[in-house]
């Protein structure tokens, strides 16, 4: 069970405080042999009952082993089957509907079920296309919608599932998808952490490399040449032009273009299957891999001068404070010493981008006499670490 005030509720057992359990018991009127039931004979007792007496086993929700406790069950899980896979949740339904039979109260737990589909659904037709995150609109003019985003244990649910399913969808499809979940997700505070990237990927919230977006091409024109070789020589084509266009390139809508390229290009050619297990990232995985995160990290590592180097700060904290002293003076060498003796990467981190073009261009020499070179070497360029340089430092350093 998920501990804090987002944790989600999923049964009866699960209801301490209780008030979900008397709002869906207000909704749903419970016939007598529920109304009147013990507390053992509704929530039966989790440590000593044995798992097959629950209509999900592995995380022992929906007790099924009194006519009470199944009646219940089938309430709650009406009223939450959506944060199951499909799989899934037809197997708890079918346990549950299978011990109502054995207990006599099938036709009730049928109603039961069918009641509570019908007011969810009646309740989801009234929503906006906005709430939720996959709409489908047809040329006859008809829609069909998925994954509603109400809250968020909805929006939650929401990021897990396009996680699982993503691959089912075009890169465009994707790209508006996530971008939804991730609004939503800001809306309510809701932990899409089950998602792992893959919604800031495939919204496009990220970047790369120019070379690596070319190597991605060239690698794609190589893989699928067997299956389609004049659309792999288009792609090998585009790589060129790519390689030729660096800025042009490293426009956002550049890259969502090849997103969209790519993952056509995959699916005429067969190659989403290496997706996951074959070991082939999806476009967007490549193409929008530096995100804030990444970005973040590498600024915690990595630090620049007003010359445009960039050093990582552990191979800084290697150089001896007195070989630092004799480049850079006394003053510098206090400012950036621990107890006068070791070198503080803190204290880089926070000096190195303040000093003068003469002093960075001093420590310019003292790392490369050092052997400490830069991951990355200017040309001299002003702002620093904006966050359009900082995402492009990040990309060229990956």
């Known amino acids: 069970m998920e501990c804090g005030i987002l944790m989600n509720i999923l049964d009866h057992t699960q209801d301490i405080s209780g008030q979900e359990t008397h709002r869906l018991l207000s909704l749903y009127q419970p016939p007598a042999f529920v109304k009147n039931a013990a507390h053992e004979r509704l929530h039966g007792d989790r440590d000593t009952m044995a798992r097959h007496l629950y209509a999900e086993p592995h995380k022992k929700l929906y007790p099924c082993h009194s006519s009470a406790a199944t009646w219940m069950s089938a309430l709650w899980f009406g009223e939450k089957q959506a944060e199951f896979d499909t799989e899934k949740a037809a197997a708890i339904e079918e346990k549950i509907r299978a011990s109502a039979t054995y207990f006599g109260i099938g036709g009730l737990v049928n109603d039961l079920l069918l009641k509570v589909a019908t007011d969810a659904a009646n309740v989801l037709n009234k929503l906006n296309d906005s709430d939720f995150a996959i709409v489908w609109k047809s040329e006859d003019g008809g829609v069909e919608r998925h994954w509603p985003m109400r809250n968020a244990t909805e929006v939650k649910f929401a990021a897990a599932h396009f996680k699982q399913y993503r691959d089912e969808f075009v890169f465009n499809d994707r790209h508006k998808i996530a971008n939804k979940i991730l609004d939503r997700a800001v809306e309510y505070g809701a932990d899409i952490s089950a998602a792992d990237g893959a919604l800031d990927a495939a919204a496009g919230r990220g970047s790369c490399a120019v070379k690596v977006a070319v190597e991605v091409l060239r690698q794609r024109a190589i893989l699928g040449r067997r299956i389609n070789s004049a659309l792999s020589a288009e792609i090998e084509k585009l790589a060129a032009v790519v390689e030729a266009n660096p800025r042009e390139a490293q426009s956002e809508d550049c890259r969502l273009k090849l997103a969209t390229i790519i993952d056509q290009y995959d699916r005429e050619t067969r190659l989403t299957r290496l997706y996951a297990t074959g ?50 003076g006394d003053e510098f060498a206090d400012a950036v010493a ?16 303040t000093l003068d073009r003469g002093m960075a261009n001093t420590f310019d020499r003292l790392v490369r006499e050092k052997n400490a070179s830069a991951i990355i070497c200017g040309p001299e360029q002003e702002p620093l670490m904006t966050e359009a340089r900082l995402f492009e430092l990040a990309a060229r350093a990956n």
């Open 338 to 353: 621990t107890g006068g003796v070791y070198t503080d990467r803190e204290k880089l981190a926070a000096i190195i981008p």
């Open 279 to 328: 070991g082939l990232d999806r476009p967007e995985e490549t193409l929008f891999a530096i995100n804030e995160k990444v970005a973040a990290a590498f600024t915690e590592n990595h630090v620049e001068t007003v010359t445009g180097n960039v050093y990582n700060l552990d191979d800084l904290e290697k150089i001896a404070i007195d070989d630092i002293r004799g480049w850079m």
